[in-house]
């Protein structure tokens, strides 16, 4: 379901992202130093106001989700796997974000009289390998690694 190509495209996302930031943040030094030679504080103060909100922004908007992306790529790509088998008992109706990554709920019986007296194992399919292919009550072989499902292999019976 992923593939190193996916992984590397989340890589090379964060890292345009930090040249870009870190490349106009380096224009705005530059242009408040010049402000200050020329002794105007209304250009040093509007200038370092913008290179704030801009801050504020990048960081809070962009750089999160790229930087949970690249985490969450690196830990499927890289990360300890676990399998599991069982049922689908329920499939969430609602994208809820763990961890930074809009994710799909899902419960699966495992046959573990603990797990499932509690509903089962919950796990997370991520949002952009959507549509989830499989119905509810199917028997499936699932990849993990975590709880993020990383393969999904159909299984008779």
């Known amino acids: 379901m992923y593939d190193i190509a996916e992984y ?3 890589r090379k996302a964060y890292r345009l992202f930090m040249v870009f930031y870190f490349g106009g943040m380096a224009v ?7 402000a200050c ?11 370092a106001i913008l290179a704030a909100l801009g801050s504020v922004f990048a960081w809070g908007y962009y750089w999160r989700r790229l930087n949970a992306y690249r985490s969450y790529m690196q830990q499927v ?3 300890l796997q676990r399998e599991d088998e069982g049922v689908i008992h329920q ?10 990554i809009e994710c799909i709920g899902i419960r699966l019986l495992t046959g573990d009289p603990e797990a499932d007296a509690v509903g089962g194992r919950q796990l997370y399919y991520d949002c952009a ?4 292919a499989q119905p509810v009550g ?3 072989r699932l990849i ?5 499902i990383k393969d999904i292999q159909p299984l008779k019976g």
């Open 91 to 100: 499939i969430g109706d609602t994208p809820t974000v763990v961890d930074g």
């Open 37 to 47: 030679i020329y002794r105007s504080a209304a250009l040093v103060y509007a200038v």
């Open 8 to 10: 590397n495209a989340a």
């Open 138 to 140: 199917a028997r499936v």
């Open 144 to 148: 993990t690694t975590g709880y993020f």
């Open 129 to 132: 390998k959507l549509p989830f």
């Open 77 to 79: 790509m890289h990360g």
């Open 28 to 34: 705005l030094c530059e242009l408040i130093a010049v």
